[in-house]
């Protein structure tokens, strides 16, 4: 069974950066798993941030990127902000079905 | 605008059906895959399935093999999960969401809340 990774928890302070993680137990994380990265706020449905590895969607605000970060993809929040406290996922695509990542919460201290 | 309406929840006994939909508006829908996603209380959001542009291909987390069922309609625009022999580990918020091909995912719907409880 496909397990992919994410750190539970990390905290930024307002204006810093950090970065997410996402790991596959099946190995390295590449452009072939068509990383996608989602934002969700309690309550809402998730909207997408991030789609095959670094591509934004016209909604996504800029401070957002995302990468390949040696074996894993990699969300990066540079110049946090008070919003962007939210739970974040990733999703990696194997070939039919997708598997989501646990998530991340995301604190803003 | 993009639209995506998702309904048919509600609170249903273990080991009865239900019939999610997802009326889609604002878009060609027949050009796009779609899926489901759901997220029981307080949990992650876990991937279930995905239906092609036309049909002719779907696939399904292990988890609900056997057990649901994905379907489209595109003439009336919607979609439709089909979930059999329900349990209570089915109790979650259940999301339609739009890929554009590439498994670019944009467009989430508000969710319904299945209930399996006796």
């Known amino acids: 069974q496909t397990v992919v990774a994410q750190e539970p928890s990390l905290t930024v302070s307002p204006g810093g950066t950090v970065t997410l993680t996402c790991a596959s137990t099946?190995?390295?994380?590449?452009?072939?798993?068509?990383p996608n990265w989602f934002q969700q706020k309690p309550g809402q449905a998730p909207t997408a941030l991030i789609y095959?590895?670094?591509y934004k969607h016209s909604w996504t605000p800029a401070r957002f990127s995302g990468s390949l970060l040696g074996d894993k993809a990699a969300l990066t929040l540079s110049g946090a902000q008070p919003e962007d406290e939210a739970e974040y996922y990733c999703l990696l695509y194997f070939g039919g079905p997708g598997v989501f990542g646990g998530g991340t919460k995301l604190t803003v201290l | 605008q993009v639209q995506l309406v998702e309904s048919g929840g509600g609170v249903v006994q273990p080991g009865r059906s239900l019939r999610l939909s997802c009326a889609a508006s604002g878009f060609t829908f027949r050009t796009y895959a779609m899926h489901w996603v759901r997220q029981a209380p307080g949990k992650g959001l876990e991937w279930l399935a995905v239906i092609w542009f036309d049909g002719s291909k779907s696939y399904y987390a292990d988890s609900v093999k056997g057990q649901f069922t994905i379907s489209r309609d595109n003439l009336k625009n919607t979609l439709y999960l089909q979930m059999n022999s329900l349990r209570a580990d089915d109790t979650a918020v259940y999301y339609c969401?739009?890929?554009?091909?590439?498994?670019?995912?944009?467009?989430w719907g508000q969710g319904t809340l299945v209930t399996v409880s006796s």
């Open positions: 095959r590895t670094t």
């Open positions: 099946t190995g390295a994380v590449t452009s072939n798993h068509y």
């Open positions: 969401a739009r890929e554009e091909s590439g498994w670019l995912f944009d467009y």
